[in-house]
Nanobody, 122 residues
Framework: QVQLVESGGGLVQAGDSLRLSCAAS????????RGWFRQAPGKERDFVAA????????YYADSVKGRFTISKDNAKNMVYLQMNSLNPEDTAVYFC???????????????WGQGTQVTVSS
């Protein structure tokens, strides 16, 4: 199994930046995709960004394109989400996940972290 732990969330003001980190452990061999999803209060979990573990392919939700950047460190088995120009609509619990192929679809991601809270004030 794969274990994922997110960190880096917090309370910031609109326009600020945050960098989320996700540490992976366990049997990650064979997984191809690393992704970030978020869930605002009372809403379903939505796709944010994803990338191939070995390669440069990336996907971004339209709502974060140009503001968020997903990156990784293969040697450290880490994935990151750099979030710039944050606004209150970005407030959510952010989850990292890994799956067998690169996609924006939540059901393709088999392993999930427990989430880190990001709160953006006006």
């Amino acid at each position: 199994q794969v274990q994922l732990v997110e960190s880096g969330g917090g309370l910031v003001q609109a326009g600020d930046s945050l960098r989320l980190s996700c540490a992976a452990s366990g049997r990650t061999f064979g997984t191809y995709a690393r992704g970030w999803f978020r869930q605002a209060p009372g809403k379903e979990r939505d796709f944010v960004a994803a990338m191939a573990w070995n390669g440069g392919s990336t996907y971004y939700a339209d709502s974060v394109k140009g503001r968020f950047t997903i990156s990784k460190d293969n040697a450290k088995n880490m994935v990151y989400l750099q979030m710039n120009s944050l606004n209150p609509e970005d407030t959510a619990v952010y989850f990292c996940a890994t799956g067998s192929y690169l996609t924006t679809k939540e059901d393709a991601y088999l392993y999930w972290g427990q989430g880190t809270q990001v709160t953006v004030s006006s």
